[in-house]
């Protein structure tokens, strides 16, 4: 059982916002939600967070680090990671054997690499996980290794010499060391370098002053991209939505124009289901197999069951749910609604807290009129029920089954079962008006 340390009193200036940097959100969760549910896969004896004074304050941050059980640890002044962890030590006991330490501005992390990394870190007291840079210009620390795969050292970008610098090899920033290690070699950390700082990475060479081997796993540099500004942001981002999609599509989901799609954390697709080009997910979406979505729609909080067809340019949100084979057109809005199977609202409808029963039918331009600008009431629709297009319900009402409701009515009582209601002006003929009309007109031109 490991015990872990998230690494996050940076300043984040870069991001140039006030917002914390590890609250940016990433796939629909903030940053540090992604590395602490990482961790808790692990089932973790214990979880510290390293906050500065300012985040401490921060109520969204300590909300976020509550409800993952993490505890909280300050560093007054950002000394460095070695510091940082210092901070941390008095949250431990000696029940703590290992410790695993990770950065809050790396979330793009995956449990099994880090099951990887405890399971080779058995026979040993510090391991740590490297990564082959593809790109020589990043500025990770570098790792200088020994002949029998040992590393002697960590050289930090900004302190090393061109040589080291061309040394593919870099420091992930995740590492693995015991807990009683750490105690000898934290104090011995001096900040003699170009930053000024307590380099945790200088606990590789200290380790091997004490004859301590520093082992270290390879794993994919994509799952360490650290985010220091909000173009990292974006590309952080794009690497976490492509390995989304590339899952999506494994799984028998059919993506069109894939890069176009914008995914959630938790979005969940059945099978052969088809998303057309730019659709978005926001969180809490489940889609059941052989739905169809079209282009251009925005979908959040809503569950599609199998065989549905929304789209193109439609917007669910509010917990709604799209019940087996119904169908969802253009410019059309559900929130907070039950549509029940085979229901239809085709075009330009805006359907608020109402449950639908099966087989209805919503006309065009139909609106529920479920805000009386204090409170929001709702719209009962029945089974089989004809809606004519341009119908605006006035919550809270009630349409009985199998009733139809006359085009361009504006309904605000409950229309009971089979019947048909019309709640509209009478329409009014004058024969011959119009070429009376037309003929007085083209008379008064003429003079
Ligand atoms: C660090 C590593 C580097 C590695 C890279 C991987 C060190 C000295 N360097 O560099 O070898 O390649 O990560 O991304 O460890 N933090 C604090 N308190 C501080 C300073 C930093 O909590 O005083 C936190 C930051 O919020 C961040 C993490 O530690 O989450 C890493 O700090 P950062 O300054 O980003 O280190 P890097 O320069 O990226
Ligand atoms: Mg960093």
Redesign the pocket.
């Known amino acids: 059982m490991v015990s872990i340390i998230i690494?996050?009193?940076?300043q984040?200036t870069r991001m140039a916002s006030d917002l914390p940097k590890v609250l940016h959100p990433l796939g629909g969760k903030p940053m540090i939600q992604h590395v602490l549910d990482a961790v808790a896969m692990l089932k973790p004896r214990k979880t510290v967070t390293?906050l500065s004074p300012t985040l401490q304050s921060n109520t969204t941050l300590y909300k976020t680090l509550e409800s993952s059980n993490s505890l909280i640890a300050i560093?007054n002044q950002?000394?460095?990671?070695?510091?940082?962890v210092k901070a941390a030590m008095p949250s431990f006991d000696k029940e703590d054997e290992n410790i695993l330490i990770l950065?809050?501005?790396?979330p793009l992390i995956q449990p099994d690499t880090l099951k990887e990394l405890i399971k080779q870190h058995q026979q040993s007291r510090f391991t740590l996980i490297a990564m082959r840079l593809l790109n020589q210009q990043q500025?990770?620390?570098r790792l200088v290794v020994s002949n029998s795969n040992l590393i002697k050292k960590?050289v930090?970008y900004r302190d090393a010499s061109a040589a080291e610098r061309a040394i593919d090899l870099?420091?992930?920033?995740v590492m693995l060391i015991n807990r009683q290690l750490l105690i000898d070699l934290l104090p011995l950390l001096k900040a003699q370098n170009q930053a000024k700082?307590f380099?945790?990475?200088d606990l590789i060479e200290l380790a091997n002053k004490q004859q301590t081997p520093v082992h270290y796993i390879e794993a994919n540099v994509d799952e360490?991209q650290?985010i220091?500004t909000r173009v990292e942001l974006a590309a952080a981002e794009l690497t976490l939505q492509n390995h989304w999609r590339e899952k999506l599509m494994l799984s028998g989901v059919t993506l069109i124009n894939p890069e176009s799609i914008h995914l959630s954390y938790d979005t969940n697709i059945g099978k052969d289901t088809t998303v057309g080009p730019n659709v978005t997910f926001g969180a809490n979406v489940t889609i059941g197999q052989n739905a169809t979505i079209l282009p251009f729609c925005h979908i959040e909080h809503s569950l599609i069951a199998e065989g549905a067809i929304v789209g193109p340019f439609a917007h669910l949100r509010g917990h709604s749910t799209i019940g087996p084979q119904s169908a969802v057109g253009n410019f059309v809005e559900i929130k907070g609604s039950i549509l029940n199977k085979g229901t239809k609202v085709k075009h330009l409808s805006y359907i608020g807290d109402a449950t639908v029963g099966e087989k209805v039918n919503i006309g065009a331009g139909t609106i529920t009129c479920n805000y009386d600008g204090y409170k929001k009431s709702k719209t009962v629709i029945h089974d089989g029920a004809f809606i004519g297009s341009h119908t605006s319900l006035i919550a809270p009402v009630t349409i009985g089954e199998n009733s139809i409701i006359a085009a361009g009515s504006v309904i605000n009582k409950d229309v009971p079962a089979h019947a048909l209601a019309v709640a509209r002006q009478d329409q009014t003929i004058k024969p011959e008006w119009a070429a009376r009309f037309r003929r007085m007109r083209s008379n008064k031109k003429k003079d």
Request: some cysteine; aromatic content about 8%.
């Open positions: 690494l996050a009193a940076g984040g390293v560093q950002p000394l460095g990671t070695g510091d940082a950065c809050g501005d790396a500025k990770y620390g960590i930090e870099a420091n992930s920033g700082e380099y945790l990475t360490f650290g220091n």
